[in-house]
């Protein structure tokens, strides 16, 4: 199921991927807009950079935080996401979603740091599951 998931996300353009990772979050009732910098939390770059055609949500929340969507075939590696990290201060207000999935390497950069990664898979469980006991983290 996991690598049906994986192919089906990472086919979408990137537009349609940032669409399906921001209704996701609205569905749990969180507010998501596209971050423009000067409402983005203090320390958060220009995140989008380092990534081809990534885009950057703010979900609005008690605790406003960044969802960096990261579109296409190829898994994130770690020298891709160490290039993100270099424009967060802050890497818990990170979190990256990418339609592919992560390199090994990505999942050690990212556990080190304390960035949370959402993989396609758990992407999927949040669009099928409708509970507010189940809501994600902003």
Not at 24 to 32: C, I, K
Not at 36 to 46: F, N, S, V, Y
Request: hydrophobic residues 45%; contains cysteine.
């Amino acid at each position: 199921m996991k690598t049906n998931i994986n192919g089906r996300f990472a086919h979408l353009d990137p537009d349609e991927f940032t669409r399906l990772v921001a209704q996701t979050w609205r569905a749990y009732g969180w507010e998501v807009v596209d971050a423009a910098p000067a409402e983005c939390p203090d320390g958060i770059g220009d995140v989008t950079a380092p990534i081809d055609d990534g885009s950057a949500l703010l979900v609005r929340s008690a605790r406003p935080r960044v969802v960096l969507t990261v579109p296409g075939e190829s898994q994130l590696s770690a020298a891709t996401l160490l290039a993100v990290l270099s424009e967060v201060e802050t890497p818990s207000d990170l979190l990256v979603a990418a339609a592919a999935g992560y390199e090994t390497g990505a999942l050690s950069v990212a556990d080190a740091y304390g960035v949370e990664l959402v993989e396609p898979s758990a992407i999927q469980r949040l669009r099928e599951s409708t509970t507010a006991g189940k809501r994600p983290e902003a």
